[in-house]
C-alpha cells in the first residue's frame, strides 16, 4: 500500500492523506485514484483561478535540430513558485508543446471568425460532395467548427508527452499540486 501511495505521489504531486483517501474512494484501484485526485484539482483550481497570477517565468525550448523553437509566458502568484523547479519544467514542457503542436492561438474563442469562416467553405464544399442532407450538415459544421477551434488552440490541445490530457489539464494539475493559480500568456514559435 505505501509504495502505490509512493508511486501515486510522484505521478500528481497530492499529498499522502489525500493519496490515501482517493484510493480508500476508488477501491485501491491506482487509475481511479488519479482520476479522483485530478478532480479535486480541478475544484482547487477552480479556487484559485480568481486570484492574480502576476509572477511567472518565460519557458523556451529549442529543438535538437536547431531549427525550431518557442517561448512562452507563465504566469504564476508567487516569485517563490516562479522559482520552483516544477514550475520551470512545466513552462518548459509548455514551450516544446508548441514547437511540436504549433497553435495559433491560446484558447478556442481566440480563433478568429474570419479564419473559421474561410474553413467552413471547405467543408460545405467536402459535405456536398459527400451528398449529405441539408438537414444534418448544419450539425456536422457545428462539429467541425468546435473541432477545428480546438486543434489549433494551445488550451484544448493535447500534450505532446502525454496525449490522454490537454494543456488546460496539465496547468489544472499544476494548480493542484503547487497549490497557486496559474495562467498561460502569449507565446510565439519559430521556425527556419
Known sequence: MLELIKKIRQQTGAGMVDIKKALEEAGNDEKK???ILRKKGQSKAVKKAEREASEGVIGSYIHSN?????MVKVYCETDFVARNEEFQKL???MAMHISAMNPQVLDPKDVSDKLVDKEREI???QLKNEGKPKEIMQKIMEG???KFREEISLMTQPFVKNPEMTIQDLVTEEIGKIGENIKVGDFSRFEL
Open 33 to 35: 485514484a488519479i482520476e
Open 66 to 70: 536547431g531549427k525550431i523553437g518557442a
Open 91 to 93: 513552462a518548459k514542457d
Open 123 to 125: 467543408w460545405v464544399e
Open 144 to 146: 467541425k467548427e468546435k
